[in-house]
């Protein structure tokens, strides 16, 4: 059964207690031990590899009007899909960076998202990278096949929030307002084959313990029932960004270690990102403490790293395309980052701390004919 269906039973399940517990406020002495604990266990399990990643933004075209992302349909932004040649420009600069990991990431826009182009873009984005995963709109089964058969290994899909009041209030209109088809979507993204399937909420939008415990047992029953699939948990905090919205319920960042901790003293087998979001000191903690993968180097906008797009940059307020008021020079950022380093100064922060930056992981060759 998916896991809309026994939601509400898993929260009061005795694993979202057990989980609840290690949420607990923590003194300094029990949440040293607990990191200690997470870092063992990160080491045992995945020793000293950071995998590294970069988003690369296809469109920040979006259908949904969700009260606190900066590509909401209702927000006055400059907008833009890239042409394939233009993605492939994206890419090529990433490449050279060293990348050779790469999340394609679309707001969820039908009329610009469509019609064969995700399936073109990772077509000929295997053609360089060999590791390709999508963040896009959740889509049926049938609809991922192609996907998949075109070269995409990974998807990540976010609940945003599993408090159903606050998704109904924050999704206000568009078809992400559909809280169980969203909550199902990894499930059927396994269905069709994608061999690594990334969970997370995005913290700020209800109580952070609430989310964690729902986050926790979504993750439980993946593991149950998408066994083939390697999972991975990302814990995104709202940043600022286009509309101007504010976390209504903050995640300190001692609470977030906390968290980090949690989760892999629950799950000592399961990748946990760190994003761009987070500022560098934090992250280079939590690298040594339970995160595994990391992007870096990233923007959140598409065009960002080569100014692909330009020429085709149109602002819309409420779906519509507006007159500019003067020549337009980039497409708006999704959310603002807070680690600003370069790919290769990530790597060699990493390398200070102990650790191995892993750019490769996979590649296609490995699969059996």
Not at 35 to 64: D, K, Q, V, W
Not at 86 to 108: P, Q, S
Not at 227 to 252: C, E, I, N, Y
Request: charged share 20%; glycine share 6%.
């Amino acid at each position: 059964m998916p896991f809309s269906s026994q939601f509400d039973a898993a929260l009061a399940a005795p694993f979202a207690a057990r989980f609840r517990r290690l949420l607990d406020p923590a003194d300094d002495a029990r949440l040293h031990r607990l990191a200690a604990e997470s870092a063992a266990l990160t080491r045992r399990h995945f020793g000293r590899t950071m995998r590294l990643f970069a988003p690369l933004y296809l469109s920040n075209e979006c259908i949904n009007s969700c009260a606190y992302c900066g590509f909401s349909r209702e927000n006055a932004i400059l907008r833009v899909t890239l042409e394939i040649d233009e993605m492939l420009a994206e890419a090529r600069h990433l490449a050279a960076a060293g990348f050779r990991n790469i999340l394609l990431v679309a707001g969820e826009h039908p009329k610009f998202v469509s019609n064969g182009y995700l399936e073109t873009c990772v077509r000929r984005l295997a053609e360089i990278i060999p590791t390709v995963a999508l963040e896009v709109a959740p889509m049926e089964t049938a609809d991922y096949l192609p996907l998949v058969a075109a070269g995409a290994e990974g998807l990540v899909v976010y609940q945003e929030t599993y408090h159903r009041p606050t998704y109904a209030e924050m999704h206000v209109h568009g078809p992400k307002k559909d809280f169980s088809w969203r909550l199902d979507c990894p499930e059927r993204a396994a269905a069709a084959g994608f061999r690594r399937i990334g969970i997370g909420a995005l913290f700020g939008l209800w109580d952070w313990r609430d989310e964690a415990v729902a986050l926790a047992a979504h993750l439980d029953h993946l593991l149950r029932t998408c066994w083939k699939a390697q999972l991975t948990v990302s814990l995104p905090r709202l940043k600022p960004a286009a509309g101007d919205f504010h976390p209504r319920h903050p995640l300190p960042d001692r609470e977030l270690i906390q968290l980090i901790c949690a989760l892999r003293l629950t799950f000592p087998h399961v990748g946990i990102v760190m994003s761009t979001r987070e500022p560098a000191a934090l992250r280079d903690v939590t690298a040594r403490l339970g995160v595994t993968h990391m992007s870096a180097g990233s923007h959140t906008e598409p065009g960002g790293y080569t100014g692909q797009g330009q020429e085709n940059l149109h602002l819309t307020v409420r779906g519509r395309a507006v007159a500019c008021d003067g020549p337009a020079e980039a497409a708006t950022e999704q959310f603002a980052i807070s680690d600003d380093r370069t790919p290769a100064e990530v790597a060699q922060k990493l390398a200070a701390l102990g650790l191995d930056p892993v750019w490769k992981d996979w590649d296609p060759a490995l699969t059996p004919a």
